[in-house]
């Protein structure tokens, strides 16, 4: 079963705005990742958060970790048209990565 | 440098028919996946190898088979191909983290779009 949900389902903004996704799960990990999906193309990494961290940033990408809420957010500032895509949260515990369904991120120039 | 290919890109199947998967990869790791995407989905993963000559059960394994007889290629064959197989696979591998509690980043290959009829 998935243990990673994200939220919103789908998300439309505006070239320059932020975007921002949350993802939640369920059991105690070790990381979790995050990953973009241009359609048909498979997964890339974005970043990673060890179980540790609260927080971390990677260019234009801010993630945060809540374990006590099981939750991890997403932050992409300044969009761009090309950053429209799915993303995916993955959890890592005592088993492989696992996938939410994803956030569907359309920005319109 | 390559990274992951999958062959074949596309492919349609009818009932019953079997194939294989081929995932090769050039970067010496250690961990291969693979996992299947359905509309709407995530990723879910049907079998997944920590080295060579060694395969384990994922979520999803029924009528799926793999294989890892060399280090760079992870096989996933269909014996029996059924309507509920069609969907888009990726392979995917990442290194050896050198402990339990690092896992490090998987790289992705393109996907094999397969349509069983």
């Known amino acids: 079963s998935q243990q990673g949900e994200e939220d919103p389902q789908a998300l439309s903004i505006q070239e320059g705005e932020n975007a921002t996704m949350n993802c939640s799960y369920k059991?105690?990990?070790?990381?979790l990742q995050w990953y973009r999906q241009n359609s048909g193309r498979g997964l890339v990494h974005l970043i990673l958060i060890r179980s540790n961290e609260r927080e971390k940033h990677s260019g234009r990408l801010r993630v945060t970790l809540d374990t006590s809420k099981k939750s991890s957010s997403l932050l992409i500032t300044a969009s761009r048209a090309a950053d429209t895509a799915s993303y995916f949260c993955a959890t890592v515990g005592n088993t492989p990565l696992v996938f939410g369904k994803g956030t569907r991120l359309s920005v319109i120039a | 440098n390559a990274g992951v290919t999958q062959t074949p890109k596309f492919r349609v199947l009818k009932t019953g028919q079997s194939m294989t998967l081929l995932c090769a990869q050039d970067m010496n790791h250690e961990y291969m996946y693979w996992y299947r995407q359905d509309p709407g989905m995530g990723l879910r993963l049907i079998h997944y190898?920590?080295?060579?000559?060694?395969?384990a059960k994922g979520e999803v394994p029924d009528g799926y088979n793999v294989s890892r007889l060399k280090k760079q290629n992870f096989l996933l064959g269909l014996e029996s191909a059924a309507p509920s197989q069609t969907s888009v696979y990726f392979c995917?591998?990442?290194?050896?983290?050198?402990?339990?509690?690092?896992?490090?980043?998987?790289?992705f290959g393109p996907g094999t779009r397969l349509t069983v009829l």
């Open positions: 190898s920590v080295g060579e000559g060694t395969t």
């Open positions: 995917a591998s990442r290194d050896w983290s050198g402990g339990v509690s690092v896992y490090n980043e998987q790289f």
């Open positions: 059991t105690s990990i070790n990381n």
